[in-house]
């Protein structure tokens, strides 16, 4: 699959597979950041990608993981987006249209769309039915940026 987008934005999975450096998907995801980085993509996550990444490190005491995924969030100059109102307006609406969708995809979708971005990195399947926004599942698909 080719990518023709600046702005993409990561949901947890994925932020997740790469800094704890899963065995199963972290190939997928080093490649895809790769490529974001050679391209000069933006990249652009929210607070719910930092809630759902902390939770376990939290539980686990495992301190350094979350310090690792700030230092990862900065050094990637990737934007921690806030949700506010329109994006939880958004997120219902989304959700009254997709009944699939739980409360934390359709808020990181909405603001995805709010904030300018055309792409949604996950490894969710479902999230594939969404019309709205280009999503990529990291683990089914090789992926490529355009070039032009």
């Known amino acids: 699959m080719t990518i023709d987008s600046d702005c993409i934005f990561i949901d947890t999975a994925p932020l997740i597979y790469y800094l704890e450096g899963n065995a199963k998907y972290f190939r997928y ?10 391209f000069d993509k933006r990249l652009k996550t929210s607070v719910i990608s930092k809630l759902e990444f902390c939770v376990k490190p939290y539980q686990e005491d495992q301190y350094e993981l979350i310090k690792l995924f700030h230092a990862f969030v900065r050094d990637a100059h990737m934007e921690m987006v806030s949700i506010n109102e329109t994006d939880a307006e958004f997120a219902a609406q989304l959700r009254a249209q997709n009944n699939f969708l739980k409360n934390f995809d359709a808020l990181q979708i909405a603001v995805a769309i709010n904030n300018g971005c055309d792409t949604f ?5 479902k999230l594939q039915r969404i019309q709205d926004i280009n999503v990529v599942v990291l683990a089914t698909q090789k992926v490529k940026f355009h070039q032009g």
């Not at 990195?121 to 399947?125: G, Q």
């Open 29 to 38: 995801v080093e490649s895809f950041f790769q490529q974001c980085f050679e």
């Open 121 to 125: 990195l996950t490894n969710d399947k």
